[in-house]
């Protein structure tokens, strides 16, 4: 699943060639995404203008000069600038025209994602229960230390809340926790304030590192451009289990937590 600097990689690549255009309508070839897409999406946003293209967690949103799109890429989507008129692809669900012979093209194969229409995102029922971004200045060892007193969660569940923290996955959670020197075990409210001052810095650290590689490839997501993300060949942890540990030498240890994959050194990371 396209996690935070995934569609963070989206956001950037495709703001600078949106924004100031003016859509023409919309094609839709397959409405049933995790929700139904808009029926009247075409009268919606043709004549409008993009004025601003935002993450928030997991979802863009794309500000129009009246009204609002959210976006969400599901488990395998994409979206990409393409020329209009071109054979859509199996997958191409949604085509948003654009006045220059271009169209923001939305392609999921499994349809877990969403193309929802609102007018007030912070509101919105996806977005409005949606916790701290690790990126924002205020994400930082002392909120980090006051947020997680009281709970007994692993600190890897406690991250990968989205009520809590958003856009930390199960990739950059496993990351961010190795390069913490923290096993994943660990209850929350048992970390000190310096764990959680590292904690926090490495969760930023991992999360813009990946954003400068353009993300992980994991299956099928692809950038804006329709490049892959190169984050995954410089993993410590995630994914490398029975592989000796970059830093020690041990084994990279495997274990399941919610039924997610949970990947450690044992020498590095302590309770």
């Known amino acids: 699943m396209p996690e935070l600097p995934e569609v963070e990689t989206v956001c950037r690549g495709l703001a600078p060639l949106l924004l100031g255009r003016r859509f023409?309508?919309?094609?839709?070839?397959?409405?049933?995404?995790?929700?139904?897409?808009?029926?009247?999406?075409?009268?919606?946003?043709?004549?409008?203008?993009?004025?601003?293209?935002?993450?928030?967690?997991?979802?863009?949103?794309?500000?129009?000069?009246?009204?609002?799109?959210?976006?969400?890429?599901?488990?395998?989507?994409?979206?990409?600038?393409?020329?209009?008129?071109?054979?859509?692809?199996?997958?191409?669900?949604?085509?948003?025209?654009?006045?220059?012979?271009?169209?923001?093209?939305?392609?999921?194969?499994?349809?877990?994602?969403?193309?929802?229409?609102?007018?007030?995102?912070?509101?919105?029922?996806?977005?409005?229960?949606?916790?701290?971004?690790?990126?924002?200045?205020?994400?930082?060892?002392?909120?980090?230390?006051?947020?997680?007193?009281?709970?007994?969660?692993?600190?890897?569940?406690?991250?990968?809340?989205?009520?809590?923290v958003v856009g930390v996955g199960n990739i950059y959670a496993n990351e961010a926790l190795f390069h913490a020197g923290i096993h994943p075990l660990t209850q929350a409210a048992k970390l000190t304030r310096p764990r959680c001052e590292r904690l926090a810095g490495a969760i930023r650290d991992t999360l813009n590192r990946a954003i400068e590689a353009g993300g992980s490839t994991l299956r099928d997501f692809v950038d804006s451009q329709g490049e892959p993300g190169y984050f995954q060949q410089t993993y410590y942890v995630y994914g490398r289990a029975g592989e000796p540990c970059r830093a020690c030498g041990d084994t990279i240890r495997l274990s399941r937590l919610n039924n997610r994959a949970t990947y450690f050194c044992r020498n590095c990371q302590k309770k």
């Open 24 to 164: 023409t309508g919309a094609i839709i070839r397959n409405p049933s995404l995790r929700w139904p897409v808009p029926a009247n999406l075409d009268s919606l946003i043709a004549g409008r203008r993009a004025e601003q293209l935002s993450r928030r967690g997991k979802y863009l949103i794309l500000k129009l000069d009246e009204g609002n799109l959210i976006i969400h890429l599901g488990m395998s989507g994409s979206l990409r600038l393409v020329r209009s008129g071109g054979t859509p692809a199996r997958h191409d669900h949604i085509d948003l025209l654009l006045n220059n012979g271009m169209c923001l093209r939305y392609r999921d194969p499994r349809r877990f994602g969403a193309v929802l229409w609102c007018d007030l995102p912070a509101s919105h029922p996806l977005l409005s229960q949606l916790g701290i971004e690790p990126l924002d200045t205020d994400f930082n060892g002392s909120w980090l230390y006051a947020a997680s007193r009281g709970h007994r969660t692993p600190i890897k569940s406690w991250l990968m809340d989205s009520h809590r």
